[in-house]
């Protein structure tokens, strides 16, 4: 099994919705974060102050698949959160030893079945 | 607005403060001065029921915040529409009896733009009867909201409606009858209460205990987690309570006079040396002086000078502050030996600063400051006022207290007054209203009320689909 | 202001509420109980727009938060600005003609503390002149800001300052002369609007929506994502409003009395009952009460009340409230078959309101309660008054859509009036202020504004650069 | 209050505004017009310093907002404190000499409901020295709090209000005294300060920056970290205080009349234009125009005009507004350059606004539009009037200077002025009042008060355990 | 050494917390995420707007480890935390190849060793 | 390539940041967490209620970083993340098997570069 680790602007996150659930993808867990990479700088003033921001709002996701998903999943991300812009962000896999349901108990990739779809893993 | 009601057992229909000495013979006139100034009171009394939304919602969890802010500005729609319609005809209606003011005054009937205020005929005031009724609604307004803090975090939403409806009509507004109305048999008796000590925070006290007994406690997760998810809003609610409550305490004068002005400078005074004193006593038992400290304190003290305001002077009304405060604060201290999960301290704060407030009435009242004759406390040569005040202080505990009783017995007999477990650990913001209290847009979808339209997510899959 | 100006086309000069009878030989004096209360009126006024801020505030985004909440707060400088030079003169200046005041009061020249406002002779009041020219401007300060909900998250800021003060100037001011100048088109034809429902609502709810026609829609991502950011802040910009309310609506009698109080009580029930309607219309359609319903609702009520408030009776308050609150709940749910983006509602919530009140102001204005025999509507034996009623509603509707166009395509063609995509999806507020509303402070650098000096960030390597 | 007293020197004892032609002959009453106006200010006056606190804790980081915060609110314990029980004397007191009141009214003694205040026989009000004192106790509480925006992020708590205490009795009290007693040395050299631009505001901004200096700069990681953490609350506290400032300002009239008009129109005038000037100050300098600056432009105009609101006509009132604005700005922007860190620009807004204002009252005050014939500046014939003015903002940052200086260096001997680095690092909420402005909830135990009870976290292995 | 990364209901969290405790795991980096599964939508509605909450509340816990704790840290995270309820959420394990103390420089295994407990790593 | 995770004191952010610049990393994702590990708790109390803060405030950072960067990246968060008190935090290195470009669908070394340094990635 593979852990995705996707890091994108946070209006493409509609989009990157829905092309992991046209595909079957509906396991996931997203988190805000702040991105620096190759982004000009926002100044902002607060009276005789000036602010750099260097650090861009992200949303990161982080979604476990099954080997057989891999490439559909990073496909289907790499579309849709592409603007074309510098700041588009970034894809991270790396390989995981284990998935545990928590409500069953499960392991590996029955683990990351949905509930009611006791289809093959994806 | 005692000051005008105490003339009446000595006999006295002359009032304070200046040029009002008209007979009964003299047409009653409206004084411009005297109607501005209840006016903008009314206003600033109405404040205080979104003031103590604040202060409430800032000390609840952000996952119930709009369901506590929620319970207080409901009661402005609820009171909006019963206060008119049968409340105020029951407090300040026909004197036939010491009880209830009768339904002479249902839906308002009969009242016009001239009317002028004179409590059928026994006092003579100088504003029009509409602003009166208005500036009472408010206090019927917010009374029945101070006890929601009690009962946040749990109680369904429309049970809560209902209970508020019936104790604004049932309990609240024949007790302000006995304590307000010239024939109401406590303020023949003499209570000394000039803006609501008992009809409105020790009403309101007792009644968030009973209340909650009946209720239950929260589950033991929301209790653990209830610490104040935003103490700016505490500091803005506590600001918007102690200005709006100038109008509360001064304007129960009824007049823009000297006593006004007695009352006001004591409802500066008090609450700024209770917060002092509050910060003290954590200061004394090892914490930090807490901002959360400072608001309560003042609020205790605006609860402890609220029946004693316009009777006492300004040095007594600091040792009101500071003495209410002390005994609130143990009192705080002590919950957790409770069985009763108030949940924001509902009885310390405003049963105990009631309490402590309307027998220190009792021991401070001195006309030789006020004026006013009628009102002399123990420092005064007048003991035997803090029998008088006790008696007030009793009658008022056990009318809310099986008054509140009652009606809840039967809204948990009729439609149960608890959200299930489940609703109560997704919080009630979300359950009862459907709503979150702050958002940052980013992961939940709008989708204009027209599900499956093109703006709604495409979700194609059947796995996809829960 | 209508309770004075009406007694002018029945040749009465007498004013309402006791001891105005001075007639033209009496010097006129100051009351100093009406000064008293219009001081503190317009103080309130002023607060209804940071309340309004906070309500559309807390409504809009939190990435366009500031923005939404400037466009309120600017409207204060520049009609502080335009009022006193020009827009009063438009609105209040010499009676010459029915459709505008003349520049006789540009720069307010002429006025001293010592005058008192009698509108060109005609009318006398008991106040000074420079208070009325106060208590108009905030209502003119309000008006243009109530459109911007309809505008937030894309309009050019710069083009948005011009727009309002052009609309201030050339749409508000002249709107003014017409319903509350003695010599006024429509006032002389006799419509009543105590308060402001035509000049105030009707036409902010109107030109709202004229405006975002041209402005155009949100982009999709930002209406998607459109779910308010801070709940807490929409009641308190809806409390901040309501209490503001108060001498918006009482104040308009201009004098502290029983017209002033019926007009205050009525701006108590009706937004209190249109606050049930809302929340019961939810429960209706399936939803749950909701936070946000009740801050609406009662938003709602206070805008239909508005032209009713002086001329009706409780309970006819109380059916004004809720018929609003039903009227306008349904266009919210329809307004996404609408074209215009309306980001914020203000035509179903301004606009409706305000048409739903004027036309029931002609239904239920009950002389018999008020005292205002010039104000009876279909209830008090007058059905021709809501034929009047119709006839200002459709005026103003028609003068601000072709108003608000022109000024709208004029502006767009001149300088422009959207933000680039790019600029609307960053969120206006870091777009068009350089700010963001909310900061934890830790990934930001401050830098003293001594770019390149010791405390900026140490870049050294070229491709760390950019 | 300086419209009653400018009578003074030239020894008319009539009062300006209508009816109060009463020789000393006549009895003085309480005018209930005035009266109620008053109470209402005063009122107004007191949301001030909630306000002042939105306004400085917005600005402030997440993690100092409450101690920011307090540092507000607790000066209004500690004036409601000290002010009647001595500071009132030592600025009101009898007449004895010009310099302090002197303690015969020591905790208020001898005065009653029925007091009317008359400062010592000399000028006659018509409101009863119970209002005149907490309107002035009102000014009282917010002049110190205004010092705390320098101070934030380390100054210990509790000399803090060590030093607001010690402040408000020998350095306010006494100032307070020279410039609006009736027999005040400043007073009697002819210096206009109609609403305390010197007593309030230069004091502030002067105290402010002697402290810092004494106290020293925050660390550089909070400095570098200081961005403000809520804007919303920074523009709800500029709202607030504006709304306020029209009792602070027309209410030091002592009555409702044209005078106090004047003062209230100039208060919505000047800060209005000092906003949209600021905006463009930013603009110029190629910034965009924030809402920050809306906000601070706002109340630069608001300190400006204080000193001058009741002399000058509404068109100086706009110029006064923009030259504060931009004065004020361009201190702003080098504020880098000094060795104070004024953290929160108390200087720079409060001394430098209060500066312009006080001297450009000098050149702008015109007794043409006022009708006070004492109050003549540059425009009205009388340019001697900026000299005087310059006297009393010497006098002032001279005495405030020392006096904050003294206070500073004797309480950093007793008990030290800052608190620990560790402690300014981790912020003061959590350091100096164990709290946190905001909480989720989620992460935190809240134990009742048990520790080691059955509700408190069970840790059971020895290495578990810190 | 391992890194554990679990998804849990938030209201799930003190008994996780305690459980941990109780097996001597003290280290610990938490934060708040939203993840989407199996879990029905929430429907909000603001005005005439449906908004569909797709994601739920979650907290994420990041637990470094040494292989001999592996076990007993997943079992006690996932008793813990188990509600029976679809939405309780996942456990995953990725292997670790260096884990460095900041405060020290202390490399892997002693790293993992809280202050003040020479014992052998967990 | 690797990913390094590090959990790290909010207020050394600026130093870090700093330190990695200097090093010509610029590639980084942030996020506030919470940590929990030797600290002291610290204690509040509201009314009569107290509480426990047993979580700390942190600030995690994840950088992927080609092998040749590893040890000067971690090298360089560590001094200058380090105050030498309990609480500095961790710094966690895995293995990462693959990392894309969102914006030009770049894949592993290629996707670290910066934009317009077409230098050796890092
Ligand atoms: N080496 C990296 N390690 C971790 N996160 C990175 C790295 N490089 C980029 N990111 C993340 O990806 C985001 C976008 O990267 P950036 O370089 O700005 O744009 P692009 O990928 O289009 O060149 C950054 O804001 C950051 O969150
Ligand atoms: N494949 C996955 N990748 C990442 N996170 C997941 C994955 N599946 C589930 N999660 C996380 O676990 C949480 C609970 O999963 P869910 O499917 O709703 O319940 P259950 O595990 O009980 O079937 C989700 O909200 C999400 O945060
Ligand atoms: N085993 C671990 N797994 C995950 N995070 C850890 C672990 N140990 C420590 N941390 C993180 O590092 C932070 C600092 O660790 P702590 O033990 O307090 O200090 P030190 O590293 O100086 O001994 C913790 O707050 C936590 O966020």
Request: with cysteine; glycine share 12%; aromatic share 8%.
């Amino acid at each position: 099994m593979k852990l995705i680790t996707a890091v994108i602007r946070p209006e493409k996150l509609p989009n990157v919705k829905e092309a992991l659930f046209k595909i079957g993808v509906t396991g996931i867990t997203l988190s805000r974060v702040s991105g620096h990479g190759g982004e000009r700088e926002v100044l902002e003033h607060y009276r005789g102050t000036q602010v750099r921001l260097e650090f861009h709002e992200k949303v990161k996701l982080e979604i476990a698949v099954s080997e057989a998903f891999l490439e559909r999943t990073v496909k289907a991300i790499s579309s849709a959160a592409r603007s074309g812009e510098v700041g588009d962000g970034k894809i991270f896999v790396q390989s995981l030893e284990q998935v545990i349901r928590i409500r069953t108990g499960e392991n590996d990739a029955d683990a990351l079945t949905p509930v009611g779809t006791p289809k093959e893993g994806y | 607005m005692k000051a005008l009601k105490l003339a009446l057992p000595l006999g006295l229909l002359t009032l304070m403060g200046g040029a009002l000495a008209q007979t009964a013979a003299a047409a009653p006139v409206i004084d411009k001065g005297d109607t501005a100034f209840m006016l903008i009171a009314s206003a600033l009394v109405l404040l205080m029921t979104p003031g103590l939304a604040f202060f409430y919602g800032g000390l609840a969890r952000a996952k119930t915040v709009l369901n506590t802010m929620m319970m207080s500005f409901i009661a402005i729609g609820v009171v909006a529409l019963l206060w008119p319609l049968i409340g105020y005809s029951i407090a300040f209606g026909d004197l036939k009896n010491a009880f209830f003011g009768g339904f002479d005054k249902v839906a308002l009937s009969g009242l016009t733009a001239g009317s002028i205020w004179n409590n059928g005929g026994v006092i003579q005031t100088t504003i029009p009867t509409f602003v009166f009724m208005i500036f009472q609604m408010m206090f019927a307004v917010i009374t029945p909201a101070l006890i929601s803090g009690a009962l946040i975090d749990r109680m369904k939403f429309g049970s809560y409606i209902l209970f508020i409806g019936l104790w604004s009509v049932l309990i609240y507004a024949p007790l302000a009858h006995w304590v307000w109305s010239a024939n109401g048999w406590l303020f023949a008796r003499g209570v000394l209460d000039f803006a609501g000590g008992t009809v409105v925070h020790i009403a309101a006290g007792i009644s968030a205990l009973v209340a909650v007994l009946i209720l239950g406690p929260r589950s033991s997760g929301s209790q653990r987690a209830a610490v104040p998810h935003n103490i700016p809003f505490v500091l803005l609610g506590a600001a918007l309570l102690w200005f709006g409550w100038f109008g509360f305490n001064a304007g129960s004068e009824l007049a823009a006079d000297g006593v006004a002005g007695l009352a006001f400078i004591n409802t500066a005074i008090a609450p700024g040396v209770a917060m002092l004193a509050w910060l003290l006593c954590e200061v004394v038992r090892g914490q930090r002086p807490s901002a959360v400290g400072a608001a309560t304190g003042a609020v205790v003290g605006l609860v402890a000078i609220t029946p004693a305001c316009a009777y006492v002077g300004p040095v007594a009304s600091m040792a009101i502050g500071a003495i209410a405060a002390v005994c609130s604060f143990l009192v705080v201290q002590l919950k957790h030996r409770l069985a009763a999960d108030d949940a924001l301290d509902v009885f310390a704060c405003h049963g105990v600063g009631g309490i402590v407030g309307a027998i220190l009435t009792g021991v401070f009242a001195d006309s030789r400051v006020s004026g006013l004759t009628a009102a002399k406390g123990l420092i005064d040569g007048n003991p035997a006022q803090i029998v008088t005040q006790l008696v007030g202080v009793g009658v008022t505990i056990l009318f809310c207290a099986v008054g509140t009783a009652t009606l809840m017995f039967i809204i948990k007999a009729v439609m149960g007054v608890r959200v299930s477990a489940q609703e109560e650990s997704m919080g009630l913001d979300v359950s009862s209203h459907a709503e979150d209290g702050y958002n940052n847009g980013d992961f939940g979808y709008a989708t204009n009320g027209k599900s499956g339209s093109i703006d709604s997510p495409v979700i194609l899959s059947a796995n996809a689909n829960d």
